[in-house]
């Protein structure tokens, strides 16, 4: 495994997938590295791409707000995604795009050792949890793998789609703090 000098350097120049041509800016994460709950969403969209961060465009607030209304803080988190270049059209990346990049991200969990992972959306339950299941039908149900509570969840795209996901995504933030209030008692 790379540390974080090394694995940002390794990210900037990568060319394994034809994302890495068309990105203006590689989107590693932001957040605290040393965080107990890692969020991991789909990829780069427009103002992602721009800015070199993830979720900084309207998903990203609704989800900044989410976070803050439970008050889970900036310094519990730290957010990523299955992959760092925004996929054109900001399209659900293809399977050979996804592997090729899940190397960095395993990498990245190995370093930040999160107690909880967050999976924002299909996209990252499929890569995370299971290739097979709905996120739909699993969302809201705890997942204990590898040492690691996994906590599927709506993407918060999907609140900007669909108004009535709102009240479901709220309730499985609430159980992130829940655990994360566990957590930080013992
Ligand atoms: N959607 C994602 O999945 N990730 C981002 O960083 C922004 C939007």
Redesign the pocket.
């Not at 969403?41 to 969209?45: I, L, S, T, V």
């Given at each position: 495994m790379l540390n974080w000098d090394e694995l940002v350097a390794s990210c900037s120049t990568c060319i394994k997938c034809q994302l890495g041509s068309t990105r203006k800016k590689i989107?590693i994460g932001r957040g605290n590295i040393n965080a107990p709950i890692m969020m991991i969403?789909?990829?780069?969209?427009e103002q992602?791409d721009l800015q070199g961060l993830?979720?900084v465009?309207p998903?990203?607030k609704l989800l900044d707000l989410l976070l803050e209304a439970q008050m889970i803080k900036k310094e519990d988190y730290y957010i990523a995604?299955i992959v760092k270049c925004r996929p054109p059209g900001n399209r659900v990346p293809l399977d050979e795009e996804a592997e090729r990049c899940l190397p960095f991200l395993r990498n990245q969990v190995y370093l930040i050792k999160p107690k909880i992972i967050v999976c924002?959306?299909s996209t990252a339950m499929k890569y995370i949890i299971d290739k097979e299941a709905k996120i739909t039908q699993i969302r809201g149900q705890w997942i204990e793998r590898k040492g690691y509570w996994i906590m599927p969840t709506f993407?918060p795209?999907a609140l900007l789609r669909d108004e009535s996901k709102k009240l479901l995504m709220w309730e499985d933030i609430k159980k992130v703090k829940q655990r994360l209030d566990n957590i930080c008692q013992n």
């Open positions: 989107v969403g789909e990829g780069p969209g992602e993830p979720f465009g998903a990203g995604n924002l959306g993407h795209a």
